[in-house]
Nanobody, 125 residues
């Protein structure tokens, strides 16, 4: 189970911090992170972390503005979002997968993830 928190409304240039807590069979999770989906658009990968070390993967559109971090002891990931833009407005979803890049995983591809949270809305005006 994945439970997200921290969404909300903010003015352009502002910051928000999202959190996602995982429970259940977390030992098998390899990659965990955030996707987003705006109305009428496909779900896109935003920021993903490899749970076994600190490798991080970001969409080009958020590099330098968003930072993903993990607390392995609490099976939690956070997404610090700074310098937010109106185009960052979307429903943000936490997701996990147990797949590996050696098996062909494309880290930022939503279809590669099999567990999803309920989503948290981020609105930037």
């Amino acid at each position: 189970q994945l439970v997200e928190s921290g969404g909300g409304s903010v003015q352009a240039g502002g910051s928000l911090r999202l959190s996602c807590a995982a429970s259940g069979n977390t030992a098998s999770v390899t990659y965990m992170g955030w996707f987003r989906q705006a109305p009428g658009k496909e779900r896109e990968g935003v920021a993903i972390t490899y749970t076994r070390d600190n490798n991080e993967f970001y969409a080009d559109s958020v590099k330098g503005r968003f930072t993903i971090s993990q607390d392995r002891a609490k099976n939690t990931v956070h997404l610090q979002m700074n310098s937010l833009k109106p185009e960052d407005t979307a429903m943000y979803y936490c997701a996990t997968t147990g797949k590996r890049r050696a098996d062909g995983l494309v880290v930022l591809a939503a279809g590669q993830y099999n567990y999803w949270g309920q989503g948290t809305q981020v609105t930037v005006s």
